[in-house]
């Protein structure tokens, strides 16, 4: 792995070309990918989905983020709010590093109409996160942890679907589509994930 800091994700995502899903007349709903600079290099803040029964992603692990609503001027306006109600974490002065790709949005392994876009951000110093009812727990990840061959595991949910093992004792997966977003992240700044998991469709 290619040691990463701030000053490269930054130069990495400025010449990105962001690929968007246009169309008018789809939901929306944006999430945030926060890095900070942390005692074992660049971190990563997860966060753990409450279970609902209501929400297809229930117990899922994520990006703090959720749909765009009538208030919201824009999907990064809805990236920002939605990460404050659900981390307590202010965003509206932190630094956007960057724009990744629209994805199409799956439940159950079947595509949706949502369309959802990723923001990347370098946290507030000091940023600490409060979850709501919304989320089970938050924690930061090391980017170093996420390309370590060990932890790349077929996820027990949906077989054939890559995943990642993190948190303490690695008794979360990230797959779907966090696991896609990470992807596209990681392959980006030059730290692409191992090519034998191949990409989630």
């Not at 000053?7 to 900070?36: K, T």
């Not at 409060?130 to 949906?158: K, M």
């Not at 997966?173 to 994930?193: D, H, M, S």
Request: net charge negative; proline share 9%; with cysteine.
């Amino acid at each position: 792995m290619t040691r990463v800091g701030l000053e490269q994700v930054r130069q990495s995502l400025a010449r990105h070309r962001v690929v968007r899903i246009g169309e008018a007349d789809r939901p929306r709903a944006a999430v945030a990918l926060l890095l900070r600079e942390g005692p074992r290099g660049l971190e990563l803040l997860f966060i753990e989905r409450a279970k609902h029964p209501d929400d297809p992603w229930s117990g899922h692990m994520a990006f703090p983020g959720g749909r765009v609503d009538p208030g919201d001027p824009d999907e990064r306006a809805a990236a920002e709010r939605e990460t404050l109600e659900e981390v307590g974490i202010a965003l509206d002065r932190a630094e956007v590093l960057g724009q990744l790709d629209d994805i199409q949005g799956r439940a159950a392994g079947r595509p949706r109409r949502l369309v959802i876009s990723a923001f990347v951000y370098a946290a507030p110093p000091g940023a600490r996160p409060c979850a709501n009812y919304e989320v089970e727990s938050a924690f930061w990840v090391p980017i170093g942890h996420l390309l370590e061959d060990q932890r790349h595991v077929d996820t027990p949910f949906a077989r054939g679907f890559p995943g990642i093992q993190v948190g303490e004792p690695d008794r979360h997966v990230v797959w779907g589509l966090t696991y896609r977003f990470l992807e596209l992240f990681l392959a980006r700044i030059g730290n692409p994930l191992p090519e034998r998991w191949g990409p989630f469709d």
